[in-house]
């Protein structure tokens, strides 16, 4: 038999308490203005809850709120510190309040309609979006709406939305980490905010958002740069920011970045705030050798790396003759260790270089990214997960024609002598080593086995490499490196004047760098210049 529950204004049935509160199919329950409905146990309906009066949820336990799809028509307020859950979908008609505790959505959507108010929420009183439940307001418009959302009970990254295009009801949901694949994939364990966004709408296309997504400190990962970021979306092949639509986050903590003329939200509707593992790809797999490592038979030493002595944070910032461009994605990269662990391949790592995307007509710097050279002389990268990948990826930039150059802290630089075409979803493969001419005004030394690489000996990185006159290698590496005491030795060190890059710089004795830089780099003709093209 079905009971039909209704209050009336008496004063003396203002306020009632309910320790489980059941609402049977085909029951009424009206709450009446002025009237406060307490309950501190879960609610189960399967009918709406109407009137205009208060619904308090204040339990000393967690509550669960099992709607069945029904709606609420008087204002709820959240007063329990142990939180409420949704059992089931739900829909708000007029306001929600936060005093204390929070609101998990678990599986379930909460929707609000379309004049339906929240207040009270902050950095510990939100809506937990722990599962696929979304957080809906219906019909928003260009009135900016506030969606209070947070993976867990620990993280607060709300985000505010305006929808400037076609009215729609649109779901957000606050994930916990940022994925490689959007939906999918790996998390990004540097230069992020730990945190992404899923955001719906009810009818495709139409829309036109803004949206400013929030943060604090402690949301931020290894590297992440706020001077230099941006709302990034995953549009089903990749992320889709450019380094020209990158900018400084405002506030002082909690921080926000805001995109504006967002119109699509396909493919999950994933965005996140980041600099390099959001920004759209662009990709090459060039290959090269460093005469001073070589060995022969198309492999190189790894002796820095055997010794532990390349750094997991790239060398080039701060050094001299080096420069990342700032409107660029490149400076400060880092690798964990593994990177550095034997393979017993010839895919070890050597060491760092230093690679540049420059204009396709004007040879002009555009991005620079430190990178890694195997023994194999493959140039490989590392993305936002931590993994090595088998290209460079020049993050920031969109596709087209461009030359590509490689440096290294002590051999002179190599250029494409012609444009190539680089692509966001497949690396483009160019082998240096094949050939002179594979290298602008083929400036690179002949190797053993008729491969080609980077000439050594270039102890200052001046773009030259000379024994005499102004600004000569054998001066560096003699009196500034060191201290002009030829009987000097350093040994386990990583430095420019190493340059048989063995870890040990000298001057004299078995294996000098000295004997490098003339004999086998300038043929022993002290009065040889070789030159960097470019």
């Known amino acids: 038999m079905k009971r039909n529950f209704l209050l009336f204004s008496f004063a003396l049935l203002s306020v009632c308490s309910y320790a489980q509160l059941t609402i049977q199919s085909g029951a009424t329950f009206f709450i009446q203005s002025g009237a406060t409905v307490t309950v501190q146990g879960d609610i189960t309906s399967n009918a709406d809850i109407q009137g205009p009066g208060i619904l308090l949820m204040k339990g000393s336990a967690l509550q669960t709120v099992n709607m069945n799809g029904f709606a609420i028509s008087p204002a709820v307020q959240i ?81 505010t939305i305006t929808q400037n295009g076609t009215v729609d009801n649109i779901g957000v949901r606050c994930l916990q980490n940022v994925l490689n694949g959007g939906t999918a994939g790996s998390p990004f364990v540097k230069e992020v905010v730990d945190a992404s966004w899923a955001v719906t709408e009810a009818v495709a296309g139409g829309s036109n958002l803004a949206m400013t997504s929030s943060w604090n400190s402690g949301d931020e990962m290894t590297g992440f740069n706020r001077a230099k970021t941006g709302i990034s979306y995953y549009d089903g092949v990749g992320w889709d920011m450019t380094n020209a639509t990158t900018g400084a986050a405002a506030g002082a903590g909690p921080y926000t970045i805001t995109r504006s003329s967002v119109t699509n939200l396909a493919n999950g509707g994933i965005f996140a705030v980041g600099t390099r593992p959001v920004l759209t790809a662009l990709l090459i797999s060039p290959k090269t050798y460093l005469q001073g490592a070589y060995a022969g038979a198309g492999l190189m030493n790894d002796g820095l790396r055997s010794a532990g002595l390349i750094p997991l944070l790239e060398p080039y910032t701060g050094m001299t003759n080096f420069s990342h461009i700032t409107t660029g994605s490149g400076g400060g990269e880092t690798i964990i260790s593994g990177i550095l662990a034997t393979t017993g391949t010839g895919n070890d790592i050597v060491d760092w270089v230093f690679a540049e995307l420059r204009n396709g007509t004007t040879g002009a710097v555009i991005t620079s990214r430190s990178v890694l050279i195997e023994r194999d002389g493959d140039i490989v990268d590392v993305d936002g997960t931590g993994a090595k990948t088998n290209f460079i990826n020049f993050a920031g930039e969109l596709a087209g024609n461009y030359h590509v150059s490689i440096r290294h802290r002590n051999h002179l630089g190599i250029r494409t002598p012609s444009n190539l075409a680089l692509a966001r979803t497949a690396s483009t493969s160019y082998n240096f080593s094949s050939a002179a001419a594979q290298a602008l005004s083929s400036v690179q030394v002949g190797l053993a086995g008729g491969f080609f690489g980077m000439y050594g000996g270039n102890a200052n990185g001046n773009g030259n490499i000379r024994y005499t006159l102004g600004g000569n290698d054998e001066n560096e590496l003699l009196n500034v490196i060191l201290g002009g005491v030829k009987s000097n030795v350093l040994n386990s060190v990583y430095n420019r004047g190493d340059l048989n890059m063995n870890g040990i710089v000298r001057y004299t004795l078995g294996g000098n760098d000295e004997n490098v830089l003339l004999n086998i780099v300038l043929g022993g003709n002290k009065a040889l210049v070789l030159t960097q093209p470019f």
């Open 79 to 159: 007063d329990n510190g142990n939180n409420v859950a949704l059992g089931g979908a739900a829909t708000l008609n007029s306001s929600l309040a936060f005093t204390t505790g929070k609101v998990q959505l678990n599986g379930f959507d909460l929707n609000l309609a379309s004049a339906t108010t929240l207040s009270g929420f902050d950095n510990t009183k939100y809506f937990i979006t722990n599962s696929t439940g979304r957080l809906v307001k219906n019909s928003l418009g260009a009135v900016p709406f506030v969606y209070p959302v947070g993976f867990d009970g620990a993280t607060y990254n709300p985000v």
